[in-house]
């Protein structure tokens, strides 16, 4: 395999498992810290590779494979959540300084040690519970009250993992997977489904020596189980309500010895709904996330930044946003095959908009970039942010 050359000075190589945009869009932040990245992708045409000189083509599955690649990296962290367990505790025993460590990634990877941990700690979850069997789906749904949502400890994300039962027969293909190896193996999670009144996701980096920062709470907008839209900061958001979300996410990023950034994912509920808390924590993810893209355009410091901060042990940017308001609108596959065209009209029509691409073959559904606009008005920082995202994938053509 071959070795990312290093920069004269001493400067660090980071290594990047996972070649998506995730990885992509680290290459020019790392740039302009003067920082080496190194990318073991999936093939010479993933995202990553495409734009970052040193990356050598290996699966995330294939222990030599990663062990080879970690070999000339001072720091490894992820593209995604997905390597095995089994790989990072190798990597560990080796002596690799990995982040986040195998230890707190565990709890992004299995939602159930997610939820047990989470409850543990006092932080306002749903209603939860693991079910092996169908009598236990049942009474799960009996006592909480259907529908419910199901979910898969492992493997899910973009809503694949999830499902809404309205009985256990929805649910039969599942439950008759349980304890076989796969993402079942240690039974399936039980969520009471949630009347929430929107979705918040809160943005925190966490560095190995305890220094941590946290941008503006966002809004989220989901189509499909697929974020389409990030309002940052998040509108009419009780400032009460902010404090306090952002303090549990704070600590949990403490409690769970997460370095790096994560992402926290959660409901806005109303007060009475999961006990006195108006939130309730839905998801985690140890890695730049989509609810954080907005902060390469409209943050001082952007997640993706910050993230090699936090992983080499620098001192942390900051994270406090560079206008009233910033709208990120992600693109999705379309019509257009060939982006390029639409690109240029939409750069000539909106000069403010910042367009970024990920290198990516279209498909329908399938994000392939995202739109970033700033300014002093919500409005229309969402008009045009959509209005871009829209043209790009052939929704509009005017």
Request: glycine share 12%; aromatic share 6%.
């Amino acid at each position: 395999m071959s070795q990312p050359k290093r920069a004269p000075g001493g400067f660090p190589v980071v290594g990047v498992v996972g070649g998506g945009q995730l990885a992509r869009m680290m290459q020019g932040p790392a740039v302009e810290l003067g920082v080496q990245l190194s990318v073991l992708a999936e093939s010479d045409t993933a995202a990553a590779a495409l734009v970052v000189p040193s990356s050598p083509v290996g699966e995330h599955t294939d222990l030599d494979a990663v062990r080879a690649f970690a070999e000339h990296c001072d720091v490894v962290t992820f593209d995604h959540e997905h390597v095995p367990p089994a790989i990072l505790e190798a990597l560990e025993a080796d002596g690799v300084a990995i982040h986040p460590t195998r230890a707190a990634l565990n709890f992004a990877q299995d939602k159930l040690a997610m939820r047990e941990r989470l409850s543990g700690l006092g932080i306002a979850c749903p209603r939860w519970a693991r079910a092996t069997t169908a009598a236990e789906v049942t009474a799960f749904g009996d006592d909480v009250g259907w529908p419910i949502v199901a979910k898969t400890p492992r493997g899910g994300y973009d809503g694949k993992g999830v499902a809404v039962a309205g009985g256990v027969d929805d649910l039969a293909d599942w439950i008759s997977r349980i304890g076989q190896p796969g993402p079942l193996e240690g039974g399936l999670l039980l969520e009471e489904k949630v009347d929430f009144v929107r979705e918040l996701a809160v943005l925190i980096a966490r560095s190995p020596s305890g220094q941590a920062a946290a941008w503006p709470v966002v809004e989220t907008v989901q189509t499909d189980g697929i974020c389409t839209e990030v309002l940052a900061p998040a509108p009419q958001l009780d400032p009460d309500l902010a404090s306090v979300v952002t303090e549990a996410a704070l600590r949990i990023a403490g409690e769970l010895g997460v370095t790096g950034v994560l992402a926290v994912e959660m409901f806005e509920v109303r007060p009475g709904t999961g006990g006195a808390a108006s939130y309730v924590v839905n998801e985690l993810a140890m890695r730049p996330h989509n609810s954080g893209h907005w902060s390469m355009d409209g943050a001082v410091t952007g997640q993706f930044e910050q993230h090699l901060r936090a992983v080499l042990d620098l001192p942390l940017g900051d994270p406090r946003p560079r206008a009233p308001w910033t709208v990120m609108a992600n693109v999705l596959g379309g019509d257009y095959e060939h982006l390029y065209p639409a690109y240029r009209h939409i750069m000539a029509r909106d000069p403010g908009a910042k367009v970024h691409v990920y290198g990516k073959g279209v498909r329908p559904g399938r994000k392939i970039g995202h739109v970033n606009v700033s300014g002093a008005d919500l409005d229309d920082a969402r008009e045009r942010a959509g209005h871009a995202a829209d043209y790009l994938r052939g929704v509009i053509t005017e």
